[in-house]
């Protein structure tokens, strides 16, 4: 199988979307599940999210933000991933919920809110609300890359209010609670602002599902780097999850241990740089 | 008559080989081979087979070995051994073959494992390979999973005719002897010719399918006749006590997938890095704890120690592990058992609670049973902790299958003939047994593959 490249866009300095050639992913994806992408053959397995899945292909927000995701940048339309595996994860329950919220922040999470969305969009009595929180105008995605037009209501923020509403979608959440009656929300991104999401919510007793990202090896359950501890309970962000429950979810477990190889991260980086240069 | 004594192995140096992943063992000589060969009583009722779990002519084998007939040799482990080159070095010769050895009770059995390698070796050097089957009977069987028992059934039912399709999960065929058996114990090249051998003899291996993820389990049950699965135990089981949340704690499974299928000790030539500390506790002393604690020598670590609430001389390692671990001066702390982890402020492993143990009466097993001696807790300072306690049945593919009967550990319930509680669906291996060697795997697929022909020809 060849997993070609189809289309491939900036979203804005730091992000661009990619259209991979997947067609068993694609087939079977569901909102919720992630792929596992290879990119070269001596590279990591890495999770990534699935905006949408159309026909053979699926398509992916990517951060240029390590080597893997730096390395791919340098790849166009027809070059090929080396694998791409899939659709891994248990998605949360898709059903009628009433008032429903997704929200993402400049972390990740938008590939999530768009797919979800769009889906819990398509069951009746489902009321979509979608929060998009950037740090600022430069670093929002294109419009049409946004969730704006699989919402009922779509508010878009960003941290200096260069764009949108002004604040995180924290301070948003914060309000609609407040002001409305929420059934659910859903969230993606950072993992501190999930935490504090999570004991927002409970604060109003409000349900939440949150993506808990973890650093993942196999993502099929045998290698337990990802174990997330819900209610005390160990379960793994790559079948059980990777939503959970925000509710339950030990945070501070969760923030340490996607922090075990930041170090390495930034060797395999720098090699990289070098490497670079070396081409240059 | 004085016994002949055993011709040693040749084998690399302790202290170079903790610097590199390459095979600890250097292999026999067509000399030696042959002179080991001859050791061999030729008995005439040949215990030795009797201790294979899948049934090797051992004493012939051993005879064309010492008569220098090596293509021979070869083609007649391969007859019931799909991957002679792997078993000769992973197998539990001295419970099986060698165990049964008559020469045993001299202390000097004939090195069967050994000359096996050898003989594979060999036929690998001379690109020499088996006849391969052409014509297909016109029924097709899936196999899921591409471990030791799914390709064994794979080989021995593609040789009985069948179209044989291996879904496998992971990007490379092989399971645990790809992801969890060091190179320097079964060395990469020997993995990939003996399973080049399955494609060349028509086995279509399909990589990176999750059965139940991205293939439906319900549309292989109507393209298929028959299905065995091969699943495996991959997933790890953990101590669940205080601090193993902490960094710096590993699941076996996941230290060693990093080093061995995903080649961590080259990061960052490799994508995939891995942290191992300076004062490393494996806890745990089967094969797998061994396998650990001697990567993570080879990964720089200072100390090196196995955490084991027995002795070592009950241990479920083999003694040949056991023994190249102490040259490797892997440090074995018998009698202590694990409490709680501990670490500091931020997030990292600083060591270990434990608590010493003595025996009272037997367990299940027959071995003595450890208890907790009270108020004999004492800490270890560790950086790295590695639980290597045993797995459990693979749960990503039992969830997808909820009609499958299972135990309530997970493992698969099968009949005598080795089919589930689903017709025509078989199972084998750790899928089954929680947990086994190599070769018990190997002996459960072929014992399969006997099983699905009978059925696929009775129905």
């Given amino acids: ?280 | 008559m004085a016994v002949q004594p055993r011709v040693p192995m040749r084998e690399q140096n302790p202290a170079v080989r903790i610097t590199n992943f390459m095979s600890v063992p250097l292999g026999y000589s067509s000399e030696e081979a042959v002179t080991e060969a001859k050791r061999c009583l030729q008995c005439k009722v040949p215990m030795c087979e009797t201790g294979c779990p899948v049934r090797m002519s051992i004493k012939d084998i051993i005879k064309l070995i010492a008569d220098e007939e090596f293509e021979k040799a070869f083609y007649l482990s391969k007859a019931d051994n799909a991957v002679p080159a792997m078993t000769g070095r992973v197998c539990p010769q001295e419970d099986q073959c060698e165990g049964k050895c008559v020469l045993d009770k001299t202390g000097q059995p004939i090195n069967i494992g050994k000359l096996f390698a050898f003989v594979a070796d060999w036929a690998r050097k001379k690109d020499i390979l088996e006849q391969i089957p052409e014509e297909s009977n016109g029924k097709k069987v899936a196999i899921v999973g591409a471990g030791p028992a799914g390709i064994t059934c794979s080989v021995d039912l593609r040789k009985l005719g069948y179209e044989v399709t291996v879904f496998e999960a992971l990007h490379m065929a092989g399971g645990v002897l790809q992801y969890g058996i060091p190179a320097f114990r079964l060395p990469r090249d020997v993995v990939d010719y003996e399973l080049s051998y399955l494609e060349k003899i028509g086995v279509d291996i399909q990589l990176n399918k999750v059965v139940g993820q991205n293939v439906d389990f319900e549309v292989l049950k109507k393209e298929y006749d028959a299905i065995y699965l091969a699943t495996g135990a991959g997933a790890p089981r953990f101590l669940n006590c205080e601090g193993e949340k902490l960094k710096g704690v590993y699941s076996a499974n996941e230290f060693l997938i990093r080093v061995n299928l995903m080649k961590a000790y080259k990061f960052p030539d490799w994508d995939t890095p891995i942290i191992c500390g300076d004062k490393v506790g494996v806890i745990g002393c089967g094969n797998v704890a061994m396998d650990a604690a001697r990567c993570a020598k080879r990964l720089g670590a200072k100390e090196v120690s196995i955490l084991y609430r027995r002795t070592k001389q009950c241990a479920p390692a083999r003694a040949e592990e056991i023994h190249h671990a102490e040259e490797e001066g892997i440090i074995f702390k018998e009698m202590i058992s694990p409490c709680r982890i501990f670490g500091n402020e931020d997030g990292w492993v600083t060591g270990i609670e434990m608590v010493k143990t003595e025996f009272k009466g037997t367990d299940k097993s027959g071995r003595p049973r450890p208890v907790n001696v009270e108020g004999s807790e004492f800490i270890l300072e560790m950086d790295t902790i590695i639980n290597a306690l045993g797995t459990t049945p693979n749960r990503l593919f039992l969830s997808n299958v909820p009609e499958l009967d299972t135990y309530s550990w997970g493992g698969i319930k099968v009949d005598d003939n080795y089919m589930s509680n689903i017709p025509g669906v078989f199972a084998g291996g750790d899928a089954l047994s929680g947990g086994s060697t190599v070769i018990d795997a190997m002996g459960n697929g072929r014992d399969a593959a006997e099983a699905i022909d009978k059925y696929l020809n009775n129905p």
């Fill in chain 1, 1 to 280: 199988m060849k997993h070609t490249i189809t289309r491939k866009e900036d979203l804005n300095a730091v992000d661009y979307v990619i259209d991979v050639v997947a067609p068993e992913v694609a087939k079977r994806f569901r909102p919720g599940n992630f792929a596992v992408l290879i990119t070269v053959k001596n590279g990591e397995r890495i999770p990534m999210s699935i905006e949408r899945a159309e026909g053979d292909t699926i398509t992916m927000y990517i951060k240029r933000l390590g080597k893997t995701s730096r390395e791919l940048d340098t790849w166009n339309v027809g070059d090929a991933l080396y694998k791409v595996i899939g659709p891994m994860g248990t998605p949360p329950p898709l059903k009628k919920y009433g008032t429903v919220v997704f929200a993402s922040d400049l972390v990740c999470g938008h590939a999530e809110n768009n797919a979800m969305c769009r889906e819990l969009g398509k069951i009746m009595g489902n009321h979509i609300i979608s929060i998009q929180s950037f740090p600022d105008k430069s670093l929002i995605y294109p419009e049409k890359e946004l969730a704006k037009s699989v919402s009922d209501e779509f508010i878009l923020c960003t941290e200096d209010g260069s764009v949108g509403r002004k604040g995180h979608y924290l301070d948003i959440m914060q309000e609609l609670l407040e002001e409305r009656r929420i059934d659910q929300v859903f969230a993606g991104g950072g993992i501190p602002p999930l935490q504090k999401l999570s004991e927002l919510t409970k604060k109003y007793n409000v349900p939440v599902y949150t993506t808990v990202r973890q650093i993942m090896v196999d993502a099929t359950g045998m290698c337990g780097s990802c174990r997330v501890f819900i209610d005390g309970e160990q379960k793994l962000a790559c079948i059980d999850g990777p939503m959970f429950d925000g509710h339950k979810v030990d945070w501070e477990a969760a923030i340490s241990r996607l922090a075990m190889f930041k170090n390495k991260e930034a060797v395999a980086m720098e090699c990289y740089n070098e490497k670079m240069k070396e081409v240059v």
